[in-house]
């Protein structure tokens, strides 16, 4: 099972928004609903922002949003802030039941 | 509150076997999976397997099969998982995140259990 594929770099001002994509193929993104989208600050382990592509869990902010066309899938910033300077990571269930993560993308804050 | 507990870090040699434990404290044990990622040096997440600690038949990742293995004591509310043969590019941080069953999303990380395999 091959990584999904992120830009591996995406930067942004304070206050302008962003947008993250994650391509995979019909076998995962493009498959069902189940994409998920994680933060990763150094030295920390990864926190859940975005599930079913498009929930937001209790207590992420409303600024992140995610969505999906066909095999690929996007986790737009709006209103970027300096705490948003991360490592995302989307992932995918396929359809044998397996995940896949994408390979990441290092989000800087200009 | 939710926690997932892992034991610390741990040093082997090339051919040896490491086994991490994961301790689930906060919620219903049995009501949520418990999946393995791992995170080596300055790289991304990779999937490893995941487990039904009520007793479902766990799925392996198709790289590890074969020497990956995954067990719970659900006496304790931990999670174990074994790595065998290692070699150096299995140096990695180890995480046991929770995930809601059938529900596909990771909402709680353990903090990690760093594994460095060096002679």
């Known amino acids: 099972q091959s990584a999904l594929t992120q830009p591996a770099s995406v930067s942004g001002s304070p206050g302008q928004s962003i947008t993250i994509s994650c391509t995979g193929t019909?076998?995962?993104?493009?498959?069902?609903?189940?994409v998920s989208w994680y933060q990763q600050h150094p030295g920390n382990a990864p926190k859940l922002m975005i599930n079913?592509?498009?929930i937001r869990p209790s207590g992420v902010s409303s600024r992140f949003s995610g969505s999906k066309s066909g095999n690929t899938a996007s986790l737009t910033i709006s209103g970027l802030q300096a705490e948003d300077e991360a490592d995302y990571y989307c992932?995918?269930?396929?359809?044998?039941?397996?995940?896949?993560f994408g390979t990441g993308t290092k989000v800087t804050v200009l | 509150q939710v926690h997932l507990e892992q034991s610390g870090a741990e040093v082997k040699k090339p051919g040896a076997s490491v086994r991490v434990s994961c301790k689930a404290s906060?919620?219903?044990?049995?009501?949520?999976?418990i999946q393995w990622v791992r995170q080596a040096p300055g790289q991304g997440l990779e999937w490893m397997g995941v487990?039904?600690?009520?007793?479902?038949?766990?799925l392996y990742a198709q790289r590890f099969q074969g020497r990956f293995t995954m067990t719970t004591d659900t006496s304790t509310s931990t999670v174990y998982m074994q790595l065998s043969s290692l070699i150096s590019d299995d140096t990695a941080v180890y995480y046991c995140?929770?995930?809601?069953?059938?529900?596909?999303?990771?909402?709680?990380w353990g903090q990690g259990t760093l594994v460095t395999v060096s002679s």
């Open positions: 019909s076998g995962d993104v493009g498959g069902d609903k189940y």
């Open positions: 995140i929770r995930e809601p069953i059938a529900l596909c999303y990771f909402d709680y």
């Open positions: 487990i039904d600690p009520s007793g479902g038949h766990p």
């Open positions: 079913d592509v498009s």
């Open positions: 992932c995918s269930r396929t359809k044998s039941g397996t995940y896949v």
């Open positions: 906060g919620y219903t044990f049995s009501s949520y999976n």
